[in-house]
């Protein structure tokens, strides 16, 4: 039983993977993805893990892209643009093209670093979790706060578990 101020909530939502084709130029993503990452370093814009830290719980560094590429043919790029400027997630804002009509999906200021878990993990991640919550992962003052944490459904609780375990009895690194 929950407390009053507890309220759980689900939604559905259908996410849009792009063909192949509608993807911008991979090779330049990989470039501005192994930049971050490797080269400056930036640990996960939402939790703060660096690579080393969510490497040892048996996750990764990703990229995501703030304006959803698969959605990018819809977008007025001025207000990407607009946007991208002010966010200036990793320090990148300066190297936006001059014309907006010149952005596309896989700039480098168009990708914020996000540990496996923060992008992607259902009832956590940015595309499995509202915005709220994920943005005030940012802010905490205790990183292990459970407070959001406990919002992960089952299954990763057991799955993060067994990893544990398995840790313990050093069967993975
Ligand atoms: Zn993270």
Redesign the pocket.
Known sequence: MLPETIVPKSFKELEIYPDREERHDDREYRHAHHILVNVEKHP?F????TKEE?EAEGNTLETHHWAEQSLWHKFDQALVYKDLKWLDFHGHAKDLPDNSADLHANHIANLVV??S??HRENGYGLHGATIPFVWA?RWLKNKSDDVLKRWKPLHVHVKNALFKVARKKGSIN
């Open positions: 996960c939402w939790c703060g893990k969510a996000s540990c878990t923060c992962r």
